[in-house]
């Protein structure tokens, strides 16, 4: 998972809607799970009042079944939903790869162009262009990282050795 503050908008984006699934889900079961408990204690406190025994397996699996036939509606309605929200995340992961894949994309083109200005330009010209790179709100002060990079005696981009 992305740190919060490194995620592009459709990290956030994505992040915030599985956490309302995860909520949705988390919300719907507890419910759920509460009302069987809550019927189940009924129906076994029925039992004991009118047969003096606890239930029997086959008591115990006729409610069950019973339980399943009068929720059936809900946890259709749940499937669904929740079906529908984690399909609607997909579209949220694709348009964040696409981001990542877009900017990785473009610091390469950078890259390279900065490589071949790297070995046509006297040593003056080149730390002369990569200030300006630096500079806050510089054209390119995404690719800060990249300097820091060159500045080292040998850099390998994709299967080039530049010195």
Do not use: C
Not at 46 to 66: I, M
Not at 128 to 149: D, E, F, H, N, T
Request: aromatic letters at 12%; charged letters at 25%; glycine letters at 6%.
């Amino acid at each position: 998972m992305v740190e919060h503050d490194k995620e592009n908008i459709w990290d956030e984006k994505y992040r915030l809607k599985r956490e309302e699934v995860q909520k949705f889900h988390h919300d719907y079961w507890r419910k759920n799970n509460h009302r069987y408990e809550s019927e189940k204690q009924e129906f076994e406190r029925a039992v004991l009042r009118s047969h003096n025994r606890k239930p029997t397996q086959a008591e115990q699996s006729q409610f069950y079944s019973n339980y399943l036939h009068q929720t059936r509606n809900a946890m259709l309605a749940y499937n669904f939903t929740w079906l529908k929200m984690n399909f609607g995340m997909v579209g949220l992961t694709l348009q964040s790869s696409l981001d990542r894949v877009s900017k990785v994309f473009n610091e390469t083109l950078s890259l390279e162009y900065l490589l071949q200005r790297k070995q046509s330009k006297s040593v003056k010209e080149w730390q002369r262009l990569m200030q300006s790179l630096k500079s806050p709100g510089g054209a390119g002060s995404g690719i800060v990282g990249i300097y820091r990079g060159l500045t080292h005696s040998s850099f390998r981009a994709q299967g080039v050795t530049v010195r």
